[in-house]
């Protein structure tokens, strides 16, 4: 195998950061459980502050001791938000994908940050659009969690990566 061609090297280290993201997962982040925690409340939270600002107000939070986030109307649950929701795992795969693909360090640095935040972000109107679809459409939310939004969220990340590969690697795709 040659390692100077940027297709093997991109493998081997995709997937050194894969075995260094799992022996991270299962020995400290996922027992802790606080990351998975602030990150699913957060979520919650800001998507029930935007849906209460921008016109639906009555939205809450269960607290912030359970295990998952409901997102309430009127006292009534909407969206229950669990940990494989929070978008960590897209935000990780977006980090190592940039990581692990050639490109200079300097943009790498801005890059991956703006990239995170802009996947939670996504992954925050995710839940706002699924609490809207539960008001006005109960019979489509199932469909359109499972299909239209993981379409679109995954959309999304790969579109950032595909304006990190031709914007900013620096590798001639031509």
Request: proline share 5%; aromatic share 20%.
């Amino acid at each position: 195998m040659n390692f100077k061609k940027p297709l093997p090297l991109f493998l081997l280290k995709a997937a050194f950061l894969y075995l260094g993201w799992h022996l991270l997962w299962y020995n400290w982040i996922e027992p802790d459980g606080t990351l998975n925690h602030y990150l699913t409340y957060n979520t919650a939270w800001i998507s029930a502050l935007c849906l209460n600002i921008f016109g639906s107000s009555n939205f809450s939070l269960s607290p912030f001791s359970e295990q998952n986030t409901y997102l309430f109307k009127d006292n009534i649950p909407v969206v229950l938000i669990e940990h494989g929701c929070n978008g960590l795992i897209l935000m990780v795969l977006f980090g190592a994908f940039v990581l692990a693909f050639p490109g200079p360090w300097k943009k790498k640095t801005w890059f991956i940050p703006l990239g995170i935040v802009s996947i939670y972000l996504i992954n925050s109107l995710r839940v706002i659009g699924l609490a809207v679809n539960h008001m006005f459409s109960q019979s489509s939310f199932d469909f359109n969690h499972k299909y239209t939004f993981t379409i679109l969220v995954y959309g999304a990340i790969f579109y950032f990566w595909m304006i990190w590969v031709n914007r900013y690697s620096g590798i001639n795709a031509k």
